[in-house]
């Protein structure tokens, strides 16, 4: 299959055009039509899944054009194991969130060809390996977003939508500063990200320090880290269910993913010496802090956002140890937290859908009401917690295995959350599912079979990562063994180091 | 130490067999979770009972077959291991899905199917009128296999996987009734202090992990352990020796699933759940858990005698504690809690001292008399219309002579008296308690006194004297069905006949449990010898003590010699009220830990409104009344903008809210930024 990654990337966009060329009123069909153009896209990665080599790190699938000539700019795209994995989280997520959608009543064409529109831009940054179509992508995918949450939010939507947009935008000027740098410091002046992974010997270590920090906020603002994450939690309650979704599933892994992709390779002095602590300290800080904030809340989503504040933390503290076994835990567990958060605001959605609100003290005894619904909570919030036999033990262990070779202290406290995250978690399942049955809500039906469909595979997904997690670390090792050891063994260029005394 | 493993000269033996042990249970649970309610509304409870029960004896069989090709090899290769598949291989992390099998895996594999399989039956008769039957079997069956797991994982990351795999059963089947608060609070007290343990386990496997990786090869599976762990010697970690560190680490994941000081508190709670989980989970297999881990890496803790002293400190203090607890509880089933802490800590005691077949030994015939007794109770229970207050029972030997038989033969088990399993598990700890410490075997010494105390009492206090049950209960009180009486006839066998299996050398026995075991967990020289005369005194000592306490109960409780109410107020009541009330450890808990997590939960939630997310809105705020002061300079504004760094992009949020000149602005803006860093860039280079 040539031009997968092209595919994958604009069916969406097909879609989204169809969509807009439907009448108004023809609400069913949208519905369908939205669904049908994500389900192409899920069997191109199922078939990517198959066909991937597992045993390079060099980029596969590439395509290559020229885009703008007269500013070098092209058009490429491919994947190694890092990309690939988070493209099959988009291509997974998206026609489940498609199926969330369901019960949208209102703007029904506006918000499926948004949300097309978004999947485009999630596939294409994934793909992207030119910065500048990089951006454009990345830029491509916050608008819908803005308008997902500001049109079919709740009831502070324009307030969370807007500051979740000044938040991005001020992250994407950072980093374009940073792209900008880093293509005319290149001779010739170059966006190809091959190319600046390659020259990343020639960098010198002040001007690698400089543009690592403006591309690390632009990516802790994703992530979110501490203290760039108040846009998340508001986000979170303001959104429709399937905006969640998406945006705990596979937006806050930009962050991460953007520093593996850029930060690491490109810029690899000076992620040695910001490691320790922009990524390993403020993550096991993200570990605790989320935790603990979790504990505090009332609202059922915002309890899902800052435990995912939480376990982000993990990602960040495992790629900073620069072990095999942290840097490969990292990116396991971005797959982790993306299927499993993505459970939790499915669940969370089922019960607002029927109820209207999600106030943890506002049910209780639904285990008595939806017992199918609740078997299927209980394995998300046990994967959450980290259950051994569920996948995020995988990711967690060797998260903390990693840490532990790289810092004993940091280690134990970000193990500690282990405790935390079983309070927040079974405190918050006993008042809603447990206890006598709340009169009100005596007659909650329980899941139905669209509801099955869309939980289901990801619980399968869960207990699968946990038996077979070479499922997933195949496919990344070797990318991120390369990707570590470029690293670990970058020295200083010797031609740039005079000019390190310029500011 | 005798050096268990020979690894040069160790010939592995493979089967296909084992994965099966714990594969039939999870297949039952399998069943019974995704077809039990169809089940058991078209064949009733008799169905997902039989799939349960079927299920729980099928692996009973393979553990009995498995155990008998274990006998047919060489003593020093009694090891067959079955490595299913793959499971984690990263860097020098290599774990397979692999069981193993040897004759501390058969011991813990025979309690766990055979008395498991009792308790699955008798589960049948005691939840007769239950309409989740189907979720209450294949809850048991998902405990079994995580249990089997636990004991026949073949590396330190599969036993964890059983090891919070029994903390998410045992968390289910606590709360079963989970309509009431109270139950599922003590299911989340559960899991979450268990959790606490389970950090100390891991951090242990971390620390032991990267020692051996240092020490020239990494590995957390058990075989290949003990050849490597000698590189361990020397090596320091903050000031301590690593394999103190690595065992520490490794006893706090014991104390949070064994129920020892200081994470006990878990377990009387845990009493909520039905009375079968109790005795499987709660006092027969799942606590054990910890002592069986110390058995396992006998090895290591070896390693490290100043592990084992705190093990042997903690565990005779969590005996003589739990003991006095015990003494002051009406609660029926909370008395047994009290005592299985209490009976875990004389296990622990031996794991302390190194006598580490004697700590197992005790388990397997703990295991016999807990589980009669906890399924004694369980059918006083049933009779009583779920009445658990002794106070309101009495005289029960009468209207169920067959419980009170079974749960007299128990007591006297636990109580030590001679020939029973219990006088022979206990003996063999007291005895290496005091070859390592007078003080130590004073302590037992001790509980072994106030647990016949404590035990009678509850026997009199239920089965004697008038039954103090209103007219309703007493009109309903009947025997159990055969279901729940003949396990308790087979368990009572077990207690009187079990300790025949390791009668030592002193009464004329060969101790053949220790020598089985002995190719696992070896066994410690003590220095120096004593006389076979000290060994008399000291069993005639402790049988004494035992007749004491029982003719202290009986005095009591049943003569009336001395009122318990008087006894109650010596010492100004006080001496009670600490007993009654568990030493306040759980208002101390509360007070500190709970109320410290909870306050910095709420303080930090705090912070991050109002600090966190006020910096962000007041910065929001200030540059919108800002640039609504300069609105008339517009293009000043902007140009001024250019010296602000990302905070003004706030500023420039509420001008494209408040004023429709947004693309313009934005344009403008953004060109600046690119322009200052094509400059940035440029004077670079």
């Known amino acids: ?503 | 130490m005798v050096d268990p493993h020979h690894a040069a000269e160790v010939a592995v033996h493979s089967s296909q067999l084992l994965r099966w042990i714990p594969f039939i249970p999870l297949l039952g649970a399998a069943v019974n979770f995704l077809l039990g309610t169809r089940i058991q509304s078209r064949a009733g409870r008799g169905g997902v009972a039989a799939v349960a029960i079927g299920s729980s004896l099928a692996s009973f069989v393979l553990v009995v077959i498995s155990f008998f090709s274990l006998l047919a090899f060489d003593e020093h290769s009694r090891l067959v291991i079955d490595t299913v598949a793959p499971w984690i291989h990263i860097g020098s992390l290599n774990v397979d899905i692999g069981f193993q099998f040897d004759p501390l895996s058969a011991v813990m594999t025979l309690v766990i199917t055979g008395i498991g399989s009792l308790i699955h039956i008798y589960s049948y008769g005691y939840m007769d009128d239950e309409p989740a039957a189907w979720r209450f079997f294949a809850l048991l069956n998902l405990f079994m296999f995580a249990m089997l797991t636990l004991v026949l994982g073949d590396s330190l990351l599969l036993m964890f996987v059983g090891w919070e795999g029994v903390g998410l059963c045992s968390w289910a089947l606590i709360g079963f009734w989970h309509q009431d608060h109270v139950n599922t609070t003590a299911g989340n007290k559960a899991f979450i202090v268990n959790r606490i343990g389970d950090f100390g386990f891991v951090l242990g496997v971390f620390l032991l992990f990267w020692s051996l990786d240092s020490a020239g090869q990494a590995t957390v599976v058990f075989r290949e352990l003990p050849a490597l762990v000698g590189g361990l010697d020397g090596m320091l970690l903050w000031g301590v020796p690593v394999v103190t560190l690595i065992t520490l680490f490794l006893f706090v994941g014991a104390t949070g699933k064994s129920a020892q000081i200081p994470l006990f508190v878990w377990l009387p709670d845990a009493m909520a759940g039905p009375t079968p989980v109790s005795a499987l989970i709660h006092a027969a297999t799942m606590v054990t858990a910890g002592v069986y881990m110390i058995g396992r890496l006998s090895f290591l803790f070896a390693m490290a005698p100043a592990t084992l002293e705190v093990v042997a400190i903690i565990a005779a203090a969590t005996a003589f504690f739990a003991a006095t607890i015990g003494i002051a509880q009406n609660d029926i089933k909370k008395v047994l809690a009290y005592s299985t802490v209490s009976q875990l800590g004389y296990m622990f005691i031996a794991m302390g001292v190194g006598a580490w077949a004697a700590g197992i030994f005790h388990l397997v015939t703990h295991a016999f008399f807990k589980a009669c007794l906890f399924l004694g109770s369980g059918s006083v229970i049933h009779a009583m219309h779920h009445e658990q207050d002794m106070r309101r029972m009495g005289g029960l030997r009468h209207y169920m002579p067959r419980t009170f038989w079974t749960f007299l033969i128990a007591t006297v088990a636990i109580a030590g008296v001679p020939g029973t399993a219990g006088f022979f598990s206990k003996d063999e700890i007291l005895w290496n308690a005091y070859l390592h410490s007078p003080a130590l075997w004073f302590m037992g010494f001790l509980s072994a006194g106030i647990t016949a105390f404590y035990m009678f009492r509850l026997v009199f206090m239920t089965f004697y004297g008038e039954c103090r049950a209103d007219e309703h209960t007493r009109e309903h009180l009947h025997e159990s069905s055969g279901w729940m009486t003949w396990p308790l006839v087979i368990l009572a066998v077990g207690s009187l006949f079990a300790g025949f299996l390791g009668v030592p050398a002193a009464l004329g026995g060969s101790n053949a449990f220790a020598h089985f075991l002995e190719p696992v967990v070896g066994h410690m020289e003590h220095s120096g010898h004593h006389s076979l005369a000290l060994e008399y005194g000291l069993m005639a000592a402790s049988v004494g003590i035992a007749g004491l306490g029982i003719l202290l109960a009986w005095l009591i409780y049943v003569k009336k010699v001395f009122s318990a109410e008087s006894l109650a107020r010596i010492g100004g009541g006080w001496p009670h009220r600490v007993f009654l009330n568990k030493y306040y450890v759980d208002e101390l808990y509360g007070a500190t830990v709970l109320r410290g997590t909870m306050g910095l939960s709420t303080l930090f939630a705090w912070f991050d409104r109002t600090v966190v997310d006020g910096v962000v809105n007041g910065s929001a705020y200030v540059t919108r009344i800002g640039a609504t002061l300069s609105g008339v300079f517009d293009f000043r504004v902007v140009d001024g903008l250019v010296n602000l760094t990302a905070d003004a992009i706030h500023a420039f949020g509420g001008v494209v809210r408040r004023v429709q000149t947004g693309s313009l602005n934005t344009y403008l803006y953004v060109i600046v930024v690119v322009v200052a860093a094509v400059l940035f860039a440029g004077t670079w280079k």
């Open chain 1, 1 to 503: 299959m040539d031009h997968i990654l092209t595919y994958m990337t604009f069916i969406p966009l097909a879609g989204m055009a169809v969509i807009l060329c439907m009448p108004r009123g023809a609400t069913k069909a949208i519905r369908l039509t939205a669904l049908g153009f994500t389900i192409p896209p899920l069997l191109m990665a199922v078939w990517l899944f198959a066909n991937f080599d597992r045993t390079t790190e060099a980029m596969q699938f590439m395509e290559r054009a020229q885009w703008i000539p007269s500013f070098n700019i092209q058009y490429i795209m491919g994947v190694d194991g890092l990309s690939v994995t988070m493209i099959l989280l988009t291509a997974l997520l998206c026609p489940i969130c498609i199926l969330a959608s369901w019960n949208i009543e209102k703007g029904v064409k506006g918000y499926f060809a948004l949300f097309l529109l978004l999947d485009a831009g999630m596939t294409g940054v994934f793909c992207a390996l030119d910065f500048f179509l990089f951006y454009i992508f990345w830029e491509v995918m916050l608008l819908p977003m803005y308008f997902l949450i500001g049109i079919w939010g709740g009831e502070r939507r324009e307030y969370a939508a807007i500051k979740f947009f000044l938040y991005t935008l001020a992250g994407s000027v950072l980093m374009m500063i940073a792209m900008l740098a880093l293509y005319f410091y290149n001779e010739p002046h170059t966006f190809d990200m091959l190319v600046l992974m390659d020259n990343a010997g020639t960098y010198s270590r002040t001007f690698q320090t400089w543009t690592w920090l403006a591309l690390f906020i632009g990516f802790a603002i994703k992530i979110p880290a501490f203290p760039f994450h108040t846009w998340l939690p508001d986000a979170h309650v303001e959104a429709p269910t399937a905006i969640s979704v998406i945006l705990a599933g596979v937006l806050l892994k930009m962050g991460t993913y953007g520093i593996l992709r850029f930060c690491y390779p490109m810029l690899p002095l000076a992620t040695q010496d910001m490691a320790f602590w922009a990524l390993a300290a403020l993550g096991t800080w993200n570990i605790v802090y989320g935790a603990l904030c979790a504990m505090a809340q009332t609202d059922m989503k915002k309890l899902v956002a800052y435990s995912s504040i939480s376990h982000m933390g993990y990602v960040m503290l495992g790629m900073a140890t620069m072990t095999v076994q942290g840097i490969n835990g990292a990116v396991l567990q971005m797959f982790n937290h993306g299927t499993i958060t993505a459970m939790l605001f499915l669940l969370v959605g089922v019960v607002y859908d029927r109820a209207h609100h999600r106030r943890i003290d506002g049910f209780g005894g639904l285990a008595s009401v939806m017992p199918v619904y609740t078997g299927i909570m209980v394995i998300a919030f046990f994967a959450a917690m980290g259950l051994p036999g569920l996948s995020a033990f995988i990711s967690e262990v060797l998260v903390l295995l990693g840490a532990w070779q790289y810092s004993p202290a940091l280690a134990i406290v970000a193990a500690s959350a282990v405790v935390l995250t079983a309070g927040y978690m079974l405190w918050m399942l006993q008042r809603v599912w447990l206890g006598p049955v709340n009169e009100e809500y005596a007659s909650m039906p329980d899941v139905n079979a669209r509801e099955i469909v869309m939980l289901a595979p990801l619980a399968v997904i869960v207990i699968v990562l946990g038996v077979y997690p070479h499922a997933v670390l195949d496919l990344i090792n070797t990318s991120l063994t390369a990707i570590n050891n470029t690293v670990l063994s970058a020295v200083p260029p010797l031609a740039s180091l005079p000019l390190d005394v310029l500011p």
